[in-house]
């Protein structure tokens, strides 16, 4: 579990689909749904630490690529 593709391929696995149709909200959605498959007890505390760490560098590159793209225009 190391990228966003691997964090959407665990997800495609119960049945869980994300297309918002902008990248970072894309990620935060993902991170709710992580959420609920934890709350549920399907993944368990080891994996979901590990998912939540990749959405969240995830979340952070695309803020900083957001950034400098507004910073640019």
Same mark, same amino acid.
């Given at each position: 579990? #190391? /990228? +966003?593709? @691997?964090v959407q391929q665990l +997800? =495609? #696995?119960?049945g869980v689909y994300?297309y918002?149709? =902008?990248?970072?909200?894309?990620i %935060?959605l993902?991170a709710?749904e992580? @959420? !609920?498959l934890y709350?549920?007890g399907?993944? @368990?505390?080891k994996l979901?630490? !590990?998912v =939540? +760490? *990749? +959405? /969240?560098?995830e979340?952070?590159?695309?803020? %900083?690529r %957001?950034? *400098? =793209?507004?910073? !640019? !225009?």
């Amino acid at each position: 579990m #190391k /990228t +966003l593709y @691997d964090v959407q391929q665990l +997800l =495609k #696995k119960f049945g869980v689909y994300v297309y918002v149709g =902008k990248r970072i909200w894309d990620i %935060e959605l993902m991170a709710i749904e992580v @959420d !609920h498959l934890y709350q549920a007890g399907v993944i @368990d505390a080891k994996l979901y630490a !590990h998912v =939540k +760490l *990749v +959405l /969240t560098h995830e979340h952070r590159l695309e803020a %900083e690529r %957001e950034r *400098v =793209k507004d910073a !640019h !225009h």
